[in-house]
């Protein structure tokens, strides 16, 4: 095939991407006006979120951090470690430790039920299993939903407050951000790491 042959199948290759593109364009906006005339509502964009939740308020991290959720199983208990940490178990090939979320933030013990979970994430390379109340749902979160900044003491609790990385508002929820770096690398988890 010459230069010249390949040259003009680049264009007509082109060509026929461009006018793809021009018909998926315009095949959304149509969808888009007919979900408005059906009364459907417009889809949420945002960044996804992994909802639970902890002492009766929802709670989200950034779907992104999330390995999984497990149901609460068998775990090796570790000596000489602090109380918060529950154990160890094996995910997937890898051992990885147990923190009970509620423990760890000072909050009151309550028994696990059906609807405990593990809720593992990481951060760099650092994975840790948390045990937290229960695991609701993966939901988009807007840009413009979120209040970082001035975070009001009113609207976090004050165990979460060195971790959270803002609020969101969603028609009548309000979720409190995790930041899971600030979880995974606080000074009280490091500790622990130093230690085991």
């Given at each position: 095939?010459?230069?010249?042959?390949?040259?003009?199948?680049?264009?007509?290759?082109?060509?026929?991407?461009?006018?793809?593109?021009?018909?998926?364009?315009?095949?959304?906006?149509?969808?888009?006006?007919?979900?408005?005339?059906?009364?459907?509502e417009p889809a949420v964009v945002g960044e996804q979120y992994l909802?639970?939740?902890?002492?009766?308020?929802?709670?989200?991290v950034k779907a992104e951090h999330v390995q999984g959720v497990e149901r609460l199983g068998d775990?090796?208990?570790?000596?000489?470690?602090?109380?918060?940490?529950?154990g160890v178990m094996n995910l997937r090939g890898a051992i990885v430790s147990v923190v009970d979320l509620r423990m760890f933030l000072g909050l009151e013990?309550?028994?696990?039920?059906?609807?405990t979970r593990l809720l593992s994430l990481q951060c760099n390379?650092?994975?840790?299993?948390f045990v937290v109340d229960a695991v609701s749902e993966m939901l988009p979160v807007p840009a413009a939903a979120i209040t970082a900044g001035n975070i009001r003491q009113?609207?976090?609790p004050h165990w979460a407050v060195p971790f959270a990385a803002g609020c969101a508002l969603l028609s009548n929820r309000m979720l409190i951000l995790l930041d899971v770096a600030r979880l995974l690398f606080s000074e009280?988890?490091?500790?622990?790491?130093?230690?085991?």
């Open positions: 095939m010459s230069s010249d042959d390949l040259k003009m199948l680049q264009r007509d290759r082109l060509a026929a991407f461009q006018q793809l593109q021009a018909r998926l364009s315009s095949l959304s906006h149509l969808q888009g006006k007919q979900d408005v005339a059906e009364g459907a909802v639970f939740t902890l002492a009766e308020r929802e709670y989200a775990l090796t208990p570790v000596p000489n470690v602090v109380p918060w940490v529950r013990q309550v028994a696990y039920t059906p609807r390379e650092m994975v840790i299993c009113a609207t976090i009280k988890m490091q500790r622990y790491q130093a230690i085991s």
